[in-house]
């Protein structure tokens, strides 16, 4: 797929051969008489002469100098008949010839009538019209389709997964120093002895303070054990909360530590790196097998590759917008990215019709899959 950049069109008068050397890539698309006839009777015929493309165009010629050669060399160009043109019958005839650059051609008129031709120039080496691409760099044929989805490593740990025999033993350790006192019977007796002399004089019998002992010895253990195991309930309880809340906290700082930011540079691209690729980065230079997705910023999608050969270009060397040049600049293999291009990084005022509009801010979906 080629991009139109400028219309063109020429006048030739009839009777007369023009030799053109196109400034750029030029598409003629149609063929028409003039609107003033010089003979509304008579045929009118273009004529183009190219150059004959041989197969010493294509390899080294050692013997350059060699007059037998030279002599044996077929024609170096070839004249076409494109069409005929007769006023009242055929006036015009729609054609598709592409003449490259700077090459040299002629164009002839046979017969009175004037003839005028027009098309446009061509760019062919913009993203995703396979320019910078070379046969010999085929690899990856079979890479998946494009996909920036975004996968997060933070995992949540199970509550019943905690481990808590620290804290249980800690608990256990509390309690048994709390029944201390229930053993002590030196402490309890010395201390109902004193009340018993000062309440009354009698002295109880030992049927009665074997019962007593034995009352508040219960008692005793009954309030020692208790109170540790509702404190320890409740702490349980309450560092499990903690510890859940800490949890959830340190998700939250590894999610936006994780998450995507996106920076902008001096010249007004906006980069966001999706995943980070591994090995060296991409230089000047170099030459990079991409996958991408273009996208204006209604969502529309104007160009893409994600299967089949990867597309190929040349980094630094102006084989794509200033935007690719200056974005995919520092990437890794597997690394993917989006790319936020201004217009002046893409195509500018002029856009790149039709499915590009002018003043177009660019949106890309890359994916770096070699470089070399």
Not at 10 to 23: A, I, K, M, N, S
Not at 42 to 59: A, G, N, Y
Not at 309 to 319: Q, V, Y
Not at 335 to 358: D, H, Q
């Amino acid at each position: 797929m080629s991009i139109a950049i400028a219309p063109w069109g020429t006048e030739l008068e009839g009777g007369t051969t023009v030799e053109v050397f196109p400034p750029w890539d030029l598409k003629i698309t149609n063929v028409a008489l003039g609107d003033v006839l010089a003979d509304a009777n008579e045929r009118t015929t273009f004529k183009l002469t190219i150059p004959v493309l041989s197969q010493d165009s294509f390899e080294d010629d050692e013997d350059e100098d060699d007059e037998e050669d030279e002599k044996n060399a077929g024609p170096k160009e070839q004249t076409i008949t494109i069409c005929s043109l007769t006023a009242g019958k055929i006036e015009q005839s729609m054609v598709s010839i592409i003449l490259l650059e700077g090459q040299s051609y002629k164009f002839q008129i046979v017969g009175k009538n004037t003839v005028c031709l027009s098309g446009y120039y061509l760019d062919q080496n913009v993203p995703g019209m396979g320019g910078g691409m070379s046969d010999d760099e085929s690899e990856d044929e079979d890479e998946d389709v494009h996909d920036l989805r975004y996968v997060s490593s933070d995992v949540e740990m199970p509550m019943d997964e905690l481990d808590m025999d620290s804290d249980a033993s800690r608990f256990e350790e509390l309690e048994d120093e709390n029944d201390l006192p229930t053993g002590s019977k030196r402490g309890r007796d010395s201390l109902a002895s004193n009340d018993a002399a000062d309440a009354a004089p009698a002295k109880p019998s030992k049927a009665e303070k074997k019962k007593n002992k034995k009352q508040k010895l219960q008692d005793g253990t009954a309030a020692a054990s208790g109170a540790p195991q509702e404190k320890k309930k409740e702490d349980t309880q309450k560092d499990g909360e903690k510890k859940a809340d800490g949890q959830k906290g340190d998700k939250k700082a590894k999610e936006d530590k994780a998450k995507p930011k996106e920076k902008e540079l001096p010249s007004g691209l906006k980069i966001k790196d999706a995943k980070v690729g591994t090995g060296p980065m991409a230089k000047k230079g170099q030459t990079i097998s991409m996958r991408y997705i273009g996208k204006l910023t209604n969502g529309k999608v104007f160009d893409s590759n994600t299967k089949g050969k990867p597309f190929i270009f040349r980094l630094g060397a102006g084989e794509v917008i200033k935007g690719w040049d200056e974005g995919i600049a520092g990437m890794q293999a597997g690394g993917e990215r989006v790319l936020t291009v201004p217009p002046a990084l893409g195509y500018g005022k002029r856009g790149s019709p039709p499915e590009i509009p002018g003043n177009s801010t660019l949106i890309f979906e890359v994916k770096c899959v070699s470089i070399k």
